[in-house]
């Protein structure tokens, strides 16, 4: 399996609650290595310009308000089949139907306060990590 980078963000809903550090424990459990790491109070632009793909579905305006009420934790995930790895332990969308374990599961709350993002492909990966890191920002892995 290739090593990969994927992109994580803790979202408000966790940082508020304290649980940003739970996550990354978890995460580093999981055999991720964690690159590089931001806290940040996303602009209601970066918020809109990072989910410009899910510009036309109705809950839009709620996404973008709920990413940019408070700060998020960002990071930038490596271990073997990254992408896909990672998607696993965050679990479905909706925290009720996630797996026992997920982060999802453990931290969110509804299908849209649901803890954490994940990168869901390699391109989008590649993509969403120059989005908020330059390259002179991401460690290479030990
Ligand atoms: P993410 O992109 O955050 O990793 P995902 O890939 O599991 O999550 P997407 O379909 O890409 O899910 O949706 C992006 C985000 O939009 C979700 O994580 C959630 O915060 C929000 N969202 C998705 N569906 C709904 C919905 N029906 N109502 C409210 N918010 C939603
Ligand atoms: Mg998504």
């Known amino acids: 399996m290739a090593t990969e980078r994927t992109l994580c963000i803790i979202k408000p809903d966790a940082v508020e609650k304290n649980t940003a550090g739970a996550v990354l424990a978890l995460?580093?459990?999981?055999?991720f290595s964690i690159l590089a790491l931001k806290r940040t109070h996303l602009p209601q632009a970066v918020a809109e310009g990072f989910y410009a793909v899910h510009k036309a579905r109705p809950f839009f305006g709620?996404?973008?308000t709920f990413m940019t009420r408070s700060p998020v934790v960002i990071a930038v995930l490596e271990r073997d089949d990254a992408v896909a790895q990672y998607r696993k332990v965050m679990g479905a969308t909706d925290p009720a139907k996630a797996d026992a374990g997920t982060i999802r599961k453990l931290y969110g709350a509804n299908v849209g306060e649901n803890a954490v993002h994940g990168s869901d492909s390699?391109?989008?990966a590649k993509n969403e990590i120059a989005y908020f890191f330059a390259s002179s920002e991401v460690a290479p892995s030990a």
Do not use: K, Q, T
């Open 27 to 31: 995460l580093e459990s999981a055999g």
């Open 62 to 64: 709620e996404l973008v």
């Open 122 to 124: 390699l391109d989008n």
